[in-house]
């Protein structure tokens, strides 16, 4: 099958972008809010860090990571979404070291060596391979000699010995983009960029991975 970025579910819309965050925690049976704290953890942020968050969604994840960059820190989020956009609005207003940027990370960024930490955060799968490859070439740029790139993401594995209720979630929910994502090495794919020393995190027995590669 030839995939193509219209198959693709990744730009939320309509009743999923309304209601993204609940939908989320139900799907995960409440966990969602414990398991993207522990992301965050993971991440070992500091203060005054500033950082590129590609597909930012409702703000969620932005707030979360907030107080650990502190007032001298700062999150840009890239997000094309309008219902999401909204709901970034409503939530990250408070704070003014959040800032909502209306731009796409699948077509070239302005950015230049800027940012200590560029996430990502289920937002990569959703992509063919060419986007994948532009929006790594984006977050390699916009990163500091030593900035680090962290794809939050289904880690990959082998479809055919997964869980039934994976494997319903790759193949009836997600798009067959998500599908080609968890057969590829993604790791390979960054190294391939020029990011290296790399870390990992897993959770939900190991088909979500946080995977961080350095510049
Ligand atoms: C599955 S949601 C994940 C949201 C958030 N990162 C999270 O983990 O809660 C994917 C998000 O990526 C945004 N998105 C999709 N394509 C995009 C693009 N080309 N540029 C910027 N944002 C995009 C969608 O609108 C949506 O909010």
């Known amino acids: 099958m030839q995939l193509t970025q219209e198959m693709s579910k990744v730009e939320v819309k309509g009743f999923e972008a309304k209601f993204y965050d609940r939908l989320m925690d139900i799907i995960t049976l409440g966990y969602y809010p414990f398991f993207i704290r522990k992301v965050i953890k993971d991440l070992h942020l ?3 860090q500033r950082i590129l968050d590609f597909g930012a969604g409702t703000g969620r994840n932005t707030c979360l990571m907030l107080p650990d960059v502190g007032k001298s820190g700062e999150i840009v989020a890239l997000e094309i979404g309008k219902e999401m956009q909204e709901q970034f609005r409503r939530r990250c207003s408070p704070y003014p070291q959040a800032k909502l940027l209306d731009k796409r ?19 990569l799968h959703g992509f063919i391979q060419p986007k994948r490859d532009v929006i790594i070439q984006n977050a390699y740029k916009a990163l500091k000699s030593g900035g ?15 869980s039934p209720i994976v494997k319903f979630a790759i ?16 790791k390979e794919m960054l190294r391939g960029f020029g990011f290296g020393n790399f870390e990992e995190y897993h959770y939900f027995n190991g088909y979500v991975r946080l995977l961080i590669g350095s510049k």
């Open 148 to 162: 680090r790139f962290a794809i939050l993401d289904y880690n990959n594995f082998d479809l055919a010995k997964a």
């Open 105 to 123: 990370i699948d077509e070239n960024l302005p950015f230049n060596e800027e940012f200590d930490l560029v996430f990502i955060s289920f937002v």
């Open 46 to 48: 500091q203060r005054g």
């Open 171 to 186: 193949t009836k929910v997600e798009c067959p983009l998500a599908a080609d994502f968890i057969k590829r090495d993604t």
